[in-house]
């Protein structure tokens, strides 16, 4: 078969991956290869055509959930490092594909399976002068040293925990070790930018980094998702935790279990936003006694109407991580109020509209100036 359809078979089988934020499922239809072509959002706002691959859809391991599982009957596909790296680079000079995310089956373990990820990289970046966009995954079982190689030839690079802990990993791949092979090599990726700056690195910046979560699969809760995102979030400087929804594959040992619903999803995202970039704790979270957010309120609504009904925040008066807490207020709406004060104080919901802000959401939890502006909202 010759590289193309190696490719296009491989690049068709990495829907369930999720990568970078995603834009509008629009493609340029000039891309002649869009299926597996996708528009991505990159951390500075800019949609670039990202194509997002496997070197092989080959895998020794048996995870209990995943499409690739060795001994699963489809039709798989390979190509060499040098290979992809060529194919990427005439795609890329063609115009077709701007960014490369890529990621592998595990064949003779996790340290080789790197050394070809690397390999590919280093071919684009030292040999063929690629300066864009690589995402690189990292393996199970990759080696210090190959963490730190990954880190100075990619802007992104992520490994899929896939579950909150070894208990619930064990129920999705029970021969995956938590600790050892998917913990630790994050680990080292937050020593290593803490401890030494990229010297050596391709564009001399340390690259950010993720990791996904089968949603839904192992029984877990939204607790134990959240308390390991928090943990990545805050003491191993991750950029990103995605939450995808469990989907039942066709031969595998979990084809029978039920689809996760969506929303399931959305509220997680929800939360661990508000852990990342609002500033709230875990105990601040509305869980339930099953340890599941509400399907049907935001999390950051659900605390406000426990907490801020009956002692509303003054606007004109209320801290940075106060004002951070209120419905319908981010961390640009936070911005803008602080200098919004400086000027001058917020007088109204009419104010806060002026400076970008939605103040229908946020009305019943502020004071402005001492007043409940509830009133106000009619003018709405
Ligand atoms: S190691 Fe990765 S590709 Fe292989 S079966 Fe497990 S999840 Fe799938």
């Not at 509303?312 to 940075?320: C, D, H, M, T």
């Not at 951070?324 to 806060?352: C, F, T, W, Y």
Request: hydrophobic share 35%; aromatic share 8%; glycine share 6%.
């Amino acid at each position: 078969m010759d590289t193309i359809n190696r490719l296009k078979i491989l690049s068709s089988q990495m829907d369930f991956e999720p990568a970078e934020d995603y834009g509008c499922p629009k493609i340029n239809p000039s891309m002649r290869y869009s299926g597996f072509v996708h528009n991505a959002v990159m951390p500075n706002g800019k949609t670039i055509a990202l194509l997002k691959t496997l070197l092989t859809s080959a895998c020794e391991r048996d995870c209990y959930y995943c499409p690739f599982r060795a001994g699963r009957n489809f039709r798989r596909a390979t190509l060499k490092p040098a290979e992809m790296a060529q194919i990427f680079m005439s795609m890329h000079r063609a115009g077709i594909v701007e960014g490369l995310f890529l990621s592998s089956g595990l064949i003779g373990g996790g340290i080789r399976t790197q050394d070809n990820l690397l390999d590919a990289a280093e071919i684009l970046r030292e040999k063929l002068g690629f300066q864009g966009y690589l995402h690189l995954k990292i393996m199970p079982g990759a080696e210090q040293g190959q963490v730190e190689r990954a880190m100075q030839l990619s802007n992104r690079v992520s490994l899929n925990l896939e579950a909150p802990n070894t208990k619930r990993l064990n129920i999705l791949a029970p021969h995956k070790a938590f600790i050892d092979e998917l913990i630790q090599p994050l680990r080292w990726v937050a020593d290593i930018r803490n401890s030494t700056s990229n010297k050596t690195g391709w564009n001399k910046r340390w690259p950010s980094v993720a990791t996904q979560f089968v949603v839904g699969g192992a029984g877990e809760n939204d607790l134990e998702l959240l308390t390991t995102t928090e943990y990545l979030y805050r003491d191993l400087g991750l950029k990103r935790a995605y939450y995808s929804p469990f989907r039942p594959v066709e031969d595998t040992p979990l084809e029978n279990q039920p689809p996760t619903m969506l929303q399931r999803e959305n509220r997680l995202y929800q939360a661990s936003f508000l852990i990342r970039d609002y500033g709230f704790l875990m105990e601040e979270l509305p869980f339930d006694n099953s340890g599941n957010l509400p399907k049907d309120t935001d999390p950051k609504l659900s605390w406000a109407q426990s907490n801020l009904r009956e002692n509303p925040i003054e606007i004109n008066f209320a801290s940075k991580k106060e004002l951070l807490h209120i419905p319908g207020i981010g961390p640009r709406g936070v911005s803008s109020i602080l200098a919004a004060r400086k000027q001058n104080r917020v007088k109204s919901l009419e104010d806060l509209r002026k400076i970008g802000i939605n103040p229908v959401r946020a009305a019943p939890f502020i004071l402005i100036n001492g007043q409940k502006p509830s009133q106000q909202l009619n003018l709405f």
